[in-house]
């Protein structure tokens, strides 16, 4: 199993992560405002075990993909200061659908997905705030994305603001704290306190995703955790 994941984790979810696979911890980058600068969900845009990923990485993450034989191609748009130019690669790859805030996508993803149903969002940061758990079972954090799927007749669980962590920011968002892999929905924190905790749960049940915990601690926003297996 390979892994990517933010450096900037709680030291028990990465010891976790280490258990799990060979994990690649992302440092923060200073080209981009602190609360994102080591999210692997602003590097990386994942395709399956395939990545899309900014073209302005460190050459120790390149290496570190080759090494690992992590499949990847290189997008055109680097990542710059502040939103939107932090964006680019922030969208929602499923088999059918990919979503993301269209007018910010980098082009080398745009023509990786131009057979999909393409969902435009207003939600830039949309992986931060959307999982798949299936084709038609999603979770998110975003009354944007939940109307736009609903229109398109998707089960979707919203889970409210403000019960995540995310330092330097206000709050964060529930796409941020997971990983899906192999029908387990990795969770960085205690998923039981959320105020829609059974819901999830009986989401999870439907779709046969197993629930785990990183750790025992509150639901922290670490930029999604990438899973290849």
């Known amino acids: 199993m390979k892994i990517i994941a933010d450096s900037r984790m709680p030291d028990q979810a990465k010891l976790t992560l280490e258990r799990i696979g060979e994990v690649l911890f992302l440092e923060k980058q200073p080209f981009l405002y602190d609360a ?32 690992n034989k992590v499949s ?23 088999k059918e659908l990919f979503i993301h805030n269209l007018k910010v996508t980098d082009h080398v993803i745009l023509e990786k997905v131009h057979s999909l149903n393409q969902i435009h969002v207003n939600q830039s940061y949309t992986r931060c705030n959307l999982i798949s758990l299936d084709e038609n079972s ?78 025992d601690g509150p639901l922290t926003d670490v930029g999604s955790i990438i899973f290849m297996s």
Do not use: M
């Not at 990847?72 to 790859?93: E, M």
């Open 36 to 67: 994102i600068a080591s999210h692997p969900d602003i590097f990386f845009c994942q395709d399956g075990n395939q990545l899309i990923t900014a073209p302005n990485i460190p050459l120790g993450w390149i290496n570190w993909l080759r090494t």
């Open 72 to 94: 990847f191609s290189i997008g055109k748009t680097n990542l710059l200061g502040k939103y939107p130019n932090t964006a680019h690669y922030n969208g929602v790859i499923t």
């Open 138 to 215: 999603f979770i998110t954090s975003d009354k944007g994305i939940e109307k736009q799927l609903l229109l398109i007749h998707k089960k979707v669980l919203f889970i409210g603001a403000g019960q995540i962590l995310l330092p330097g920011q206000p709050y964060g968002f529930i796409g941020g704290c997971c990983g899906l892999v192999d029908g387990t929905l990795y969770v960085c924190g205690n998923f039981h306190s959320l105020k829609e905790a059974e819901k999830l749960q009986q989401i999870a049940d439907d779709c046969s995703v197993n629930l785990v915990e990183l750790f």
